[in-house]
């Protein structure tokens, strides 16, 4: 305390600052320079001093760490988001959503679930010619607390899933998107396929159409629409399929050959004859008798019907017949059918595939041969129906039907394995969705 008093007044309780004398002035400023000399080397509030300076930048740190370690724990939240994300995806594209509908589901369903719609950013891709892969990336800015009054940068959180797309290979495929049976399976007729599926592209209720006394089996029925019958089959996968994405037509991209200026007329058959017939162009009907081989190469048949009749023996190895003009396979049962279409690797044009009608044959094909008849290869009718009828049957390696429509019936009795994959063409139906990364 600095107190203004009388120089001659005695107060032994306070020092005295005495104005007005020499020796008095002197003393004080002795005095307050002690003072000042003091508090400078006395060290004890210095850690009270940089406490109160660091604290905010320790107080922020803190803030800033507890935030980005918030971050992390969205950043693996979203990594199950995203492969949530994918496999939806995946299923929608299987049911035939198209790209678009599929984003905005998705999307609706991240907003609804709390992820700001302003920064969310949803990016899909699905398998094409060249990938099997159907991918998932989703961004989001989160908001910024304590962070934000230390630094003013974006933060991005990131995730992305991979999947791939695997389906079952089919052994009968039928296209018509619309067709009530489009694959039809009645009367007493019996359908066994080993190592692949029965699928339809046809949207109807009855896409694939099971009745009578007739029985299925195969791995798994996989249809655009629903299934008729469902009793009549025996399945291994845990539930058959409906409603999925149509299964590509696996040889839509293949141009059929161009028929040449001069066409031959096949021999002219009877009963008890021996025929070699060579590959080439044909444009007036077959009608099959006798023992006839088929030398290896492609037929073109414009316009021309294949008629084997009962009794008649037929064999061909390295086979293609190309079917042009509303030409007509029809088989009668009785007959004894060995023909099997070029392998894989072969010299020849159009490995895998047995008979090959054109995107606009516009026709009817009636196939019926006996109990050891093979066709092996595919039997490709874009426009055409095929019909296995009559009393007898087939046991082939690998006969692969794609066609308009495809009926069996009758007493029909229709085998075939596809364990080995005969050809280079890929009939792999809608996919199930796995994630690989």
């Known amino acids: 305390m600095l107190k203004l008093c009388d120089p001659h007044e005695r107060d032994d309780k306070h020092p005295r600052l005495t104005l007005g004398h020499k020796g008095s002035i002197a003393t004080a400023e002795r005095m307050g320079l002690g003072l000042l000399r003091h508090f400078v080397r006395d060290d004890r509030g210095h850690v009270a001093v940089i406490g109160a300076l660091a604290l905010p930048i320790l107080i922020g740190g803190i803030a800033f760490g ?18 949530a994300t994918v496999l939806s995806a995946g299923q929608l594209y299987n049911r035939g959503k198209t790209e678009a509908q599929i984003a905005t589901i998705l999307r609706a369903k991240l907003v609804a679930d709390g992820y700001p719609d302003a920064s969310l950013a949803l990016n899909l891709t699905y398998p094409d010619a060249a990938s099997d892969q159907i991918t998932a990336e ?75 006394s007739s029985t299925l089996t195969t791995e798994c029925i996989i249809s655009s629409g629903g299934i008729n019958g469902e009793a009549h089959a025996t399945t291994q996968c845990q539930k058959n399929r ?45 009608d099959v008798k006798g023992t006839v081989t088929f030398g290896s190469g492609v037929y073109i048949l414009d316009g021309a019907d294949l008629k084997i009749n009962s009794s008649a023996i037929v064999t061909g190895t390295d086979v293609t017949f190309v079917l042009k003009n509303g030409a007509e396979l029809n088989f009668n049962g009785g007959a004894t059918i060995n023909l099997t279409a070029p392998e894989a690797g072969s010299a020849e044009p159009y490995p895998g595939i047995l008979f090959w009608g054109s995107d606009t044959n516009n026709a009817s094909h009636k196939i019926n041969g006996d109990a ?66």
Request: with cysteine; net charge negative; hydrophobic share 35%.
């Open 138 to 212: 989703i961004s989001y800015s989160p908001d910024k607390y304590f962070a934000q009054a230390i630094w003013d940068g974006a933060v991005v959180i990131r995730a992305r899933t991979v999947a791939v797309m695997e389906g079952d290979e089919a052994c009968v495929l039928a296209l018509n998107p619309t067709a009530s049976g489009a694959v039809t399976v009645g009367g007493s007729a019996t359908m066994s396929l080993t190592g692949c599926v029965v699928a339809s592209n046809s949207s109807s209720t009855s896409s694939v159409y099971m009745g009578g």
């Open 66 to 83: 507890t935030e980005a370690g918030d971050w992390l724990v969205e950043k693996t939240k979203l990594s199950f988001v995203a492969d």
């Open 372 to 437: 050891s008849s093979v066709f092996a290869g595919a039997i490709y009718m874009p426009d055409d129906a095929v019909e296995f009828t009559g009393s007898s049957g087939m046991d082939s390696a690998c006969t692969r039907v794609v066609a308009d429509t495809i009926t069996l019936s009758g007493n029909t009795g229709f085998e075939t394995d596809c364990s080995d994959e005969l050809g280079a063409y890929d009939l792999s139906t809608a996919q199930t969705v796995i994630i690989v990364e």
């Open 242 to 286: 409906t409603y999925r994405r149509p299964t590509p037509d696996p040889f839509a991209d293949l141009t059929q050959p161009a028929t040449p200026g001069h066409c031959h007329n096949p021999p002219n058959f009877n009963p008890t004859g021996t025929y070699s017939v060579s590959a080439g162009c044909y444009d007036h009907d077959f």
